[in-house]
């Protein structure tokens, strides 16, 4: 049997995960198990394992619950139910959930072995099948709903359920990339934190954030090996990874359409601009008059306009100063011709962008980048006043809105009271008005050393969530996060959560362990607080 077929076994009998261990790895399979079921589920969910074994009866948690749990996250993994109190209610609830066998206990090696090899080969054919698929360019098929962007990452989603993630790069920067920094298939990427990296020609690199969370099953090797596609901006070819979302409703809130309008009075000229920008993603509006311009400008989020300054001759300065008094927050775009004799007067008003109509092509992305992306390089989160007291943070305790008492325990000098993420954490659960406690100094050891256990075991007396920060150097994008849930019963009996926050830093030198651009810094307070502030 091919080694490279792996199964889980989930029993909180030790001497059963044995058992199971020493009869399928004789015959060449790769057996992981686990006694704890929270952490044989989490395993389950984060590995693709070729088949789980689940035992029915466990005290700390129900298998049945686990095999619900199991399903919603990965709703296609063979289960082998096992059992020494078989009942029809269970027996039935199983085949609702897709069970793919059902084994008592005491069971014998060769009723495991024939179960495992009458199931591996049913799923190697479909595996091989779903590869034949995926070959095809036809497999993945763009849905009918829109693109949406976050800053400059973009999502589109497919017929599959599946979601193509990438990056609308400024004209200035695309054109200077040497090189792409990919995430893997099967990592974990969160909104907001990074998707992948660009390193341009003088070894600058851009991090774009990931517009929702999911788990990677597909990267775009053609990019790889070709960074300058990225110019084309195409949605197509351009596409960095392929996910499966974990709750994209949830993140499709903080995306938005590029919805601009087109205020053009020479059809021409329309066909001219219209096609360059429903190319780049944006959901446009044309009109041919300025009130029908403001109208459509007063139901938009984001309000940008581009203004076909010749076609509206010498009324075109008249209407965009109507459209700064009646829509003042709007981001104005002329389009004018070289050598214009209205440009000077144009630029008296309130306007985002002056481009000749020439270069429209070139600087369409320049323009798009300017109009929608809010946050720019230069935000600092940072305090002002110097202060002896040690500015690190090794402890933050909150009591959150569930009435959850939650501690962040901060092992090494990853936090700062004064500055980049440690600054802006706080301040955000001060703004949210959580009862908060702070306790600056540094954890100078490993969570995994005796005195970093001795913390965390003095910890679960008093908390419902523990979460434990740390970082290590795993060769991935810097500030991208790896976490991890363990579950506890506190002295009281209640079922409480562990959860481990591995982050890849940058490294600049040993002064410096933790440094990001400023849109990674937010992202990765706001991931904090938000783990800080759920209830699990």
Request: aromatic share 8%.
């Amino acid at each position: 049997m091919n080694s490279e077929h792996s199964i889980l076994v989930i029993d909180d009998e030790a001497i059963i995960c044995e058992s199971f261990t020493r009869i399928l790895s004789k015959d060449g399979y790769k057996v992981d198990s686990k006694t704890e079921p929270y952490e044989g589920l989490e395993l389950a969910i984060s590995n693709k394992y070729d088949l789980v074994f689940l035992d029915l009866k466990m005290d700390k948690m129900d298998g049945m619950d686990l095999f619900n749990e199991l399903r919603k996250k990965n709703p296609n993994v063979p289960v082998i139910i096992v059992t020494g109190y078989p009942s029809m209610d269970t027996a039935i609830e199983s085949v609702k959930l897709h069970a793919s066998d059902y084994i008592l206990k005491p069971f014998t090696p060769e009723e495991i072995l024939k179960s495992v090899n009458q199931i591996i080969p049913q799923k190697e054919i479909l595996s091989t099948a779903a590869k034949a698929k995926l070959s095809k360019k036809t497999d993945w098929k763009a849905s009918d709903d829109p693109i949406k962007f976050f800053e400059i990452s973009w999502m589109q989603q497919g017929t599959d359920g599946s979601i193509r993630i990438g990056g609308q790069l400024p004209n200035f920067i695309s054109s200077n990339v040497n090189e792409f920094l990919f995430p893997e298939v099967n990592d974990v990427l969160y909104a907001g934190l990074p998707l992948a990296g660009a390193v341009l020609s003088n070894k600058t690199k851009i991090m774009i954030p990931s517009p929702l969370s999911g788990k990677v099953i597909e990267v775009n090797h053609k990019l790889a090996s070709n960074p300058s596609i990225i110019k084309e901006n195409s949605f197509n070819e351009s596409w960095i990874a392929r996910i499966e979302p974990f709750d994209a409703k949830k993140d499709l809130q903080v995306t938005q359409c590029r919805n601009v309008t087109l205020l053009c009075k020479n059809v021409d000229e329309e066909k001219e601009y219209l096609p360059r920008l429903v190319d780049l993603g944006c959901i446009v509006k044309c009109v041919d008059t300025v009130y029908k311009a403001v109208i459509n400008l007063y139901e938009e989020e984001n309000k940008v306009i581009f203004i076909d300054a010749e076609s509206l001759s010498d009324n075109g300065p008249e209407y965009v100063e109507i459209i700064n008094q009646e829509t003042p927050e709007a981001k104005v775009i002329i389009i004018g011709k070289p050598d214009s004799k209205f440009e000077e007067i144009f630029r008296k008003n309130k306007i985002l962008y002056y481009c000749v109509s020439s270069l429209f092509n070139k600087e369409i992305t320049d323009i798009l980048y300017s109009a929608f992306t809010s946050i720019q390089e230069t935000e600092v989160f940072e305090s002002c006043p110097v202060s002896f007291i040690p500015q690190s943070i090794r402890k933050i305790n909150i009591t959150n809105k569930y009435g959850n008492k939650v501690t962040l325990l901060v092992f090494g000098d990853l936090l700062y009271n004064n500055k980049d993420i440690g600054y802006f954490l706080v301040n955000k659960l001060l703004e949210k008005s959580y009862p908060i406690k702070v306790a600056r100094g540094k954890n100078s050891f490993n969570p995994e050393d005796s005195k970093g256990l001795q913390i965390i075991d003095k910890t679960k007396e008093e908390n419902d969530i523990i979460i434990i920060l740390q970082a290590k150097d795993s060769n991935k994008l810097p500030g991208q996060i790896h976490k991890k849930i363990e579950k506890y019963t506190n002295n009281e009996g209640s079922d409480c959560s562990i959860k481990n926050l591995v982050i890849q830093p940058k490294i600049i030198d040993e002064n410096e362990y933790m440094i990001f651009n400023n849109k990674t810094t937010k992202a990765v307070a706001e991931f904090i607080f938000n783990e800080m502030a759920s209830c699990v």
